[in-house]
């Protein structure tokens, strides 16, 4: 007899705890997502500054799932899902994969959003991805050879100014550590400039970093990381970004030129376009930023079956944060072996919030969880410990563990390799326009492809 089959889009945070929830159910489990890995995003802007490397944060899913025998891994982009049918397509490099489905979880998580200017993406690149988090390390690294080089001062300056849009938990942790590079970490490398003379100004259109910890602990995270040599500005709207720097409008109304080479965005989110199929299939709402609104049980109206997850959703206010996924994913394969074995689940999803926490500057983070506030040492040792037992498989936590006695107490940073395609690859794909395909086992040309 041939057991219900569960299609499970994305291999994030969703998608990989779903898949290992349904380990004992009687179903077939096959994962398909666009990257081979489950990527840990917290923890990228640690890969973009050099202190991780990307094997740490980014675990092969197949091998995280390998010995689970119900479950099949499939490295493939679903462009496609048709309610009616049951049925995903997924695509890559010119394989067309077609899946039905008993049971299907979305788990595609969501994007950077530029709020309308995509185009500041070309000179502002945003936080998302490991792509992503290797184009800026190569931004970052480049950016001080450069000033090493340059015999301009007005160019040295605009390349020892870093810019980092967004001041939420990304845009904090990437500022204070770009500070912390510049300004402790990569003095003594350079010989013909200061890297501790770069400024590092961190922007947000509202008037508070991290509001949503708090008046108190927004308060401390901006004081630590004006200690830390970073340039807080509040109430400032970005209104241009170009190659060499930013425009600026303050909450006063005056205006500003920022120039600055090396500019960062973290600032706001885009849910997948899947939530825009399933929305127009089954008539949810999608909310400004692409989120789906699901129903309490996290199931999509009129289709039971189809559950969806984490970043993609809009369901009582839940913010875009790991455990929201983490959870959702037990939870909707809990209903669905529920169904297969005759035990139906029938409470609501409910969300259990463990708290949040941020890292500022070396052992320095706050913490939020309930009505308990840290700050300081205590805080950034209860990140530690959260983060690394989050971090997938022996062998990575010991290598991270490393990694952050070398950043942390050492003071190095020995993840610092970046290549010409990791700074220009994504901007030349970008230039090569619709028609650049590539496949493997044809001929590359420029816009046009020959072979299979
Ligand atoms: C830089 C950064 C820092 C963060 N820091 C924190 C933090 O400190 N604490 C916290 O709790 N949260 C943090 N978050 C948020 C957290 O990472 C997300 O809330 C969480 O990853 C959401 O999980 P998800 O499964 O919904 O999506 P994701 O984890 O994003 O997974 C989406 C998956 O879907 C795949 N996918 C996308 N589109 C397709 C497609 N068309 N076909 C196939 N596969 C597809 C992707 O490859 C990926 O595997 C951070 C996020 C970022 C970007």
């Not at 080089?149 to 001041?167: D, W």
């Not at 204070?176 to 259109?205: W, Y």
């Amino acid at each position: 007899m041939t057991r219900p089959h569960v299609v499970i889009i994305g291999s994030g945070f969703g998608g990989l705890f779903a898949a290992q929830a349904l380990a004992k159910a009687p179903v077939d489990v096959t994962l398909v997502s666009r990257t081979a890995s489950h990527l840990f995003q917290p923890l990228l802007y640690q890969v973009a500054t050099g202190i991780l490397s990307t094997g740490e944060i980014a675990p092969a899913t197949r091998d995280i799932l390998a010995k689970q025998e119900n479950a099949t891994v499939l490295l493939s982009e679903v462009t496609s899902i048709n309610l009616t049918s049951r049925v995903v397509v997924a695509e890559k490099l010119a394989k067309t994969t077609v899946l039905k489905y008993d049971h299907l979880i979305v788990a595609a998580g969501a994007g950077q959003s530029y709020f309308g200017n995509d185009q500041f993406a070309t000179f502002a690149p945003g936080m998302k991805t490991i792509d992503d988090a290797l184009e800026l390390r190569a931004r970052i690294f480049g950016a001080l050879e450069m000033a090493e080089l340059t015999e301009s001062e007005n160019e040295r300056r605009s390349l020892l100014t870093f810019v980092v849009v967004g001041a939420g938990p990304t845009g904090v942790e990437m500022a204070g550590q770009i500070a912390e590079l510049t300004h402790h970490t990569l003095r003594k490398s350079f010989k013909r400039i200061d890297t501790a003379s770069a400024r590092v100004i961190l922007l947000d259109g509202a008037n508070a970093v991290l509001a949503p910890f708090g008046p108190r602990l927004s308060a401390a995270a901006q004081k630590v990381l004006e200690n830390a040599g970073v340039e807080v500005r509040l109430g400032a709207l970005v209104t241009n970004v170009d190659a060499g720097g930013l425009d600026v409008k303050f909450a006063d109304g005056s205006t500003e030129r920022i120039t600055a080479t090396c500019k960062v965005w973290a600032a706001g989110v885009q849910a997948s376009p899947l939530g825009r199929t399933l929305a127009e299939q089954s008539g949810a709402e999608l909310d400004r930023a692409g989120r789906i609104a699901v129903l309490p049980d996290l199931t999509l109206p009129g289709h039971p079956e189809v559950f969806v997850l984490g970043d993609m959703i809009s369901l009582d206010k839940l913010p875009g944060v790991a455990q929201v996924a983490i959870q959702g994913g037990r939870y909707a394969a809990k209903k669905i072996a529920g169904e297969v074995t005759g035990h139906p689940v029938t409470e609501p999803f409910k969300y259990v919030d463990k708290g949040s926490m941020a890292v500022i500057s070396r052992f320095g983070a706050i913490t939020k969880m309930g009505r308990i506030e840290l700050t300081g040492f205590i805080a950034w040792a209860a990140w530690l410990f959260v983060h690394i037992l989050y971090v997938v498989g022996f062998k990575h936590r010991v290598t991270t563990l490393l990694h952050w006695v070398i950043a942390f107490i050492g003071s190095s940073r020995s993840e610092r390799v970046t290549t010409e395609q990791q700074l220009v690859g994504r901007l030349a794909v970008q230039q090569l326009g619709a028609d650049f395909q590539p496949t493997i086992g044809g001929t590359l040309h420029p816009g046009k492809i020959t072979g299979d």
